[in-house]
């Protein structure tokens, strides 16, 4: 048998981490395309944990994120799901993400996956110089959002097909009774009304 590990080769795992609330066509176009140009074995998707202390803004509660993002990535062998930022109390630090999943997954090489929103922030995130040593950063356009050049060997950047679909926007969608059909996966839709969320969405929640 000749697989990726007999062979020697290091499994190259993809790391998209989001709020995922909920999960949406922007993010899985983003992870498939990644996977794709990078040669990724498998991608995993992490939602992040729960904020014990609600800031400006409001979020789901991490089980139905958790499950949507499952529903959303279920018919994609690659794609899998990982409860370790939800599992962990208190905010999401991508440091401890990343070590986390070093941890569980010692054979691989991890591949972080950012929008290009995101990867602006990444100057200003936590133990920003630890966090290179833990991964290969790959930052996506997003259309709205400036790909940055941090001028760093270990930081790819990629250019993806644009969808100009974000969370807040679906979560305004369905307070406001308008469609997310197309937006978000069939499944999803379905949770969101099967399980009424939304409904009261803020306008101040926009992030
Ligand atoms: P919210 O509006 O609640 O912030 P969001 O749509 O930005 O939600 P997140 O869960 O915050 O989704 O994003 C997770 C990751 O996916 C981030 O790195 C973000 O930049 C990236 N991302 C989200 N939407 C897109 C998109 N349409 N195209 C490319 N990347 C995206
Ligand atoms: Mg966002």
Redesign the pocket.
């Known amino acids: 048998i000749t697989s990726s590990k007999t062979a020697g080769r290091k499994v190259r795992l993809g790391v998209m ?5 909920p999960i ?1 066509h ?2 899985l176009v ?1 992870a498939s395309e990644v996977a794709a140009k990078f040669g990724l074995d498998e991608v995993v998707f992490v939602p992040t944990g729960q904020p014990w202390q609600k800031q400006h803004k409001q979020v789901s509660p991490s089980e139905h994120r958790y499950l949507m993002t499952v529903v959303a990535t279920a018919s994609n062998p690659r794609f899998t799901v990982s409860r370790v930022d939800i599992d962990r109390p208190g905010v999401t630090y991508t440091i401890d993400t990343l070590r986390d999943l070093r941890e569980q997954r010692p054979e691989a090489e991890l591949f972080f996956i ?5 990867l602006e922030q990444i100057m200003s995130w936590k133990d920003v110089d630890e966090l290179w040593g833990l991964a290969h950063f790959v930052g ?4 709205g959002h400036e790909l940055p050049d941090l001028g760093r060997q270990d930081v790819s950047l990629l250019e ?1 097909p644009a ?6 926007d679906c979560r305004n969608r369905v307070r406001d009774h308008q469609p997310v059909w197309y937006l978000v996966p069939d499944g999803v839709v379905q949770h969101i009304a099967k399980h009424k969320l939304y409904l009261e969405t803020s306008d101040a929640e926009n ?1």
């Open positions: 981490g989001g709020t995922f609330d949406h922007g993010h983003a950012t929008g290009a929103d995101a996506v356009t997003r259309p993806i969808l100009a679909i974000s969370s807040t992030a």
